[in-house]
């Protein structure tokens, strides 16, 4: 499929322990010409983003070891990523993630579940204001 308008093909990186979610986010992204990386712990996410430096990172914040927080802090922290967006996937309420959410690096959250328009459109938005 052509990528979507604006969005060209940036890569994006999908960080989520549960197997069902990255592959439905990773079917998204890539419907819309996305380069999707998937990684489904926090040390292999921080491996892929350091090699790849995605342009978008969609970050579960529930997973075992590191949770999404942590592994944003540290990702942040890798030469060259300072600035990566990060997009907060979240199962809890907002009311849990809100604040932390924007305290920890993150440019916004999704609650799944989510649907494919609300998601595909918030990366497209995304990236394209990023330039």
Do not use: C, W
Not at 12 to 33: A, C, N
């Amino acid at each position: 499929m052509s990528p979507k308008s604006g969005v060209g093909t940036a890569t994006v990186m999908v960080v989520d322990d549960d197997e069902s979610v990255r592959g439905l986010v990773k079917s998204i992204l890539e419907r819309d010409g996305l380069l999707v990386l998937t990684a489904d712990n926090g040390e292999s996410a921080l491996e892929l983003a350091d090699k790849n430096h995605p342009k978008l990172v969609l970050m579960d914040i529930t997973m075992p070891g590191m949770d999404g927080y942590e592994v944003t802090q540290k990702m942040k922290a890798l030469p060259g990523l300072s600035d990566l967006p990060v997009i907060f996937l979240t199962g809890r309420s907002a009311e849990e993630d809100a604040g932390r959410s924007f305290a920890h690096g993150g440019l916004t959250y999704v609650r799944k579940p989510f649907s494919a328009s609300q998601l595909s459109d918030l990366v497209s938005l995304t990236l394209q204001s990023l330039g």
